[in-house]
């Protein structure tokens, strides 16, 4: 298979990401170039990677336009060491681990929608929108979802980071979430990435997040994207590393 060369590559991932920024989110996103026929070695340096991101409202661009979210951000414009990447962003306003969100879907659904076997990394971002849940029935439902995402891409690597705080001292049901989602997330062989503890939002709450005290400005969302982005591709090394 003819090699692609790098700039041609991230061209085509800063066009479909622009062209994605006029849709409204409905469903999958699917930001990047197209993977490589089935012979191309997944080890390749120019093998395409497939990032699925599972989320809420944090990860949709709410508030600022879906070009702004973080997913896209990244897509648009990855890091000169990022190898190819296809970014599914699944997220959906509202959604939880068992939140039904504003499109009456949850976690459950979008590892269903878009997770698939070619998937490389499979990342889970939240959710707050689940602090009202009991966590005796949360619990049970975040361990099934990465079930789920465990067998419909066995060879992906999970990165789940925890439900962000916008205090330095969060309530008591948002830190019971974390540790509910922290416990399965590493139960399920995850990596593990706790925002309330490294204190992403906080660092700068004017700033980072919008009037609404919940979604992320258009600066927010790029501090987001320099957080995401190196796990990212921490976990893509990892992942091939351990392939290899």
Known sequence: MEHVPRRRLQSAVRLVAALSAALVLAGCQAVGPDRPSAESPSASPNAVRQ???IGDSLSTGFGTGPQHGWPN?????????????????????GSGYLNVGLTGTTFAWQ???????????????????DLHHDPAALEPAVAEIYAAARQRAPQATLLVVG?????ALPEARRLA???????????AGARFVDPIAEGWLVEDLDRFVGPDGLHPTVEGNHHLRDKMEPLMLEALRAGSAAAG
């Open 51 to 53: 990032v699925v991101v």
């Open 73 to 93: 951000l990244i897509a648009a414009s990855p890091r000169d060491d990022a190898p190819p990447l296809e970014i599914r962003n699944s997220a959906q306003n």
């Open 111 to 129: 590892v269903e929608q878009a997770v698939t076997p070619e998937a490389d990394l499979v990342m889970f971002f939240g959710s707050v929108n």
């Open 163 to 167: 439900p962000p705080a916008y205090s």
């Open 177 to 187: 979430v974390r540790d509910l989602v922290k416990r399965q997330a590493l139960a």
